[in-house]
């Protein structure tokens, strides 16, 4: 597998698990909105080296979990601000233009200061 993106949580706002019960969560790099910091798991921002597609792996902690959709402006955003909302519910179209849509069947994603997350190509 080929890695075209990678970051680590460095900070979590107080809300931001609370998305967790709703099957997704929210990243947002160091510049995030004040309003938003709350509900975001702040990562550091870094460059997207290829295209985000369906068929790629998302890969939390060590655990992989397949990307079945992904919206328009999900790379520029994380490109350019560290932002995404993934979502747990295996859509295989994007709900909101910056969601990165995953299979989740066990082990639903945790993440907490210092995860890291990586995006592979097959």
Request: charged content about 20%; hydrophobic content about 40%.
């Amino acid at each position: 597998m080929s890695e075209i993106y990678h970051t680590t949580v460095t900070k979590a706002g107080a809300g931001a698990e609370d998305f967790l019960s709703e099957r997704m969560f929210v990243t947002f790099g160091p510049e995030a909105p004040a309003s938003l910091v709350e509900f975001c798991f702040i990562v550091d921002v870094k460059p997207v080296t290829g295209d985000i597609k369906a068929g790629q792996t998302l890969t939390i902690d060590g655990n992989a979990y397949p990307i079945t959709a992904v919206g328009d402006v999900a790379k520029r955003n994380l490109n350019s601000l560290g932002h995404v909302t993934i979502a747990f519910d295996g859509a295989t179209a994007p709900k909101m233009e910056g969601n990165i849509h995953i299979e989740v069947t066990d082990n639903p994603p945790a993440p907490e200061v210092g995860s890291q997350f990586s995006i592979e190509e097959p």
